[in-house]
């Protein structure tokens, strides 16, 4: 019995763990629309210890933002931004590259400026090599940047089907287990009831529906989000 208690512990483990990490990741993780850095660097300074890569934004851009620099101290990497002098307000997007133009992550920045004409300093991960700024709010006027691709439906329905495998095979597993934990001497009787196995068939079918339903609801609320 303490093996099959064992056995429905542990699957229904793996079970959470493949739904809520495993295809999750390899599904539904972030892809980035942009790819190449658009930004030109104008020129490099040596100021101390400090080396600053100075860069013009995209000419959309330019007109909030006039330039940006990467800073690099032996304590680490930092941007800020020379922004037009009369803003009050500044949510940017700042994309930060690593070795062979890999995107690390996309930061979401949001400045109530304190200092005229500068953003704050904004800490960077230390493998950063480059960045690129993409304003999405001035003083509430916002800016499409499309920085992330939304999710296609393939994607959806592979998750659906590998979604739909897990569950029928914990629900059979939950079956067997339980039967052999509680069943006794009618066991035998309940592993090989074929109305047992339909009922079994159905509520994994059930669950798998509105697992379904649930991802794909999720999934139209965030491809909304990245549309706007």
Request: net charge positive; hydrophobic share 50%.
């Amino acid at each position: 019995m303490v093996l099959w208690i064992l056995l429905l512990a542990v699957s229904i483990s793996l079970f959470v763990f493949v739904e809520v990490f495993v295809l999750p990741k390899m599904l539904f993780q972030h892809n980035y629309a942009v790819r190449k850095i658009k930004d030109r660097g104008i020129k490099t300074e040596q100021r101390g210890d400090e080396e600053i890569i100075v860069y013009e934004p995209d000419l959309l851009m330019r007109k909030h933002v006039h330039r940006y620099m990467l800073i690099k101290r032996q304590k680490g990497k930092f941007l800020m931004c020379k922004i037009d002098e009369g803003l009050a307000y500044l949510e940017y997007e700042v994309v930060v590259y690593g070795k062979n133009n890999r995107i690390l992550t996309i930061l979401n920045v949001k400045d109530r400026i304190k200092r005229v004409g500068f953003t704050e300093e904004l800490e960077l991960p230390q493998e950063t090599a480059f960045v690129s700024v993409l304003v999405s709010e001035v003083d509430r006027k916002r800016f499409v940047n499309n920085l992330f691709a939304p999710i296609k439906s393939g994607k959806v329905v592979l998750y659906s089907v590998l979604s739909f495998f897990a569950i029928i095979t914990l629900a059979f597993v939950v079956r067997i287990s339980i039967a052999f934990i509680l069943g006794g001497i009618f066991r035998e009787s309940v592993l090989l009831s074929s109305e047992g196995n339909i009922i079994t068939a159905l509520v994994a079918l059930g669950l798998g529906i509105l697992n379904l339903i649930v991802a794909s609801l999720c999934i139209k609320k965030r491809n909304k989000e990245i549309k706007r």
